[in-house]
């Protein structure tokens, strides 16, 4: 079983920044590729950033790309997205999530673990 804490969610203004964090629960984090899904009040959760287990690929939906970026460190078994230019659609509860394999997936069905989430609030 792996836990996953995310944090670093905030209200920000819009052009602002926000570096979320996940920490897991893991002695294998390293084996695990790593996904930053997002669901926004009335919308069903979507696919925003992923990470292979390596670290080497990474994976961005189109809405997020050049302004979002996910990154890992196995030493402190935590994933980040360091989000830029946010806009007010970026508003949404951020979740992290991991599967094991080296595969980068955008469907939330292929995530074996989640964490509860971490609200962000861009205003305009």
């Known amino acids: 079983q792996v836990q996953l804490v995310e944090s670093g969610g905030g209200l920000v203004q819009a052009g602002g920044s926000l570096r979320l964090s996940c920490a897991a629960s893991?002695?294998?984090?390293?084996?695990?590729?790593m996904g930053w899904f997002r669901q926004a009040p009335g919308k069903e959760r979507e696919f925003a950033a992923g990470?292979?287990?390596?670290?080497?690929?990474?994976d961005y939906a189109d809405s997020v790309k050049g302004r979002f970026t996910i990154s890992r460190d196995d030493a402190k078994n935590t994933v980040y997205l360091q989000m830029i230019s946010l806009k007010p659609e970026d508003t949404a509860v951020y979740y992290c999530?991991?599967?094991?394999?080296?595969?980068?997936?955008?469907?939330?069905?292929?995530?074996?673990?989640w964490g509860q989430g971490t609200q962000v609030t861009v205003s305009s």
């Open positions: 999530a991991a599967r094991r394999g080296s595969r980068i997936a955008n469907m939330e069905g292929e995530y074996e673990y």
């Open positions: 990470i292979s287990a390596s670290g080497i690929s990474t």
């Open positions: 893991t002695r294998t984090f390293s084996s695990y590729t």
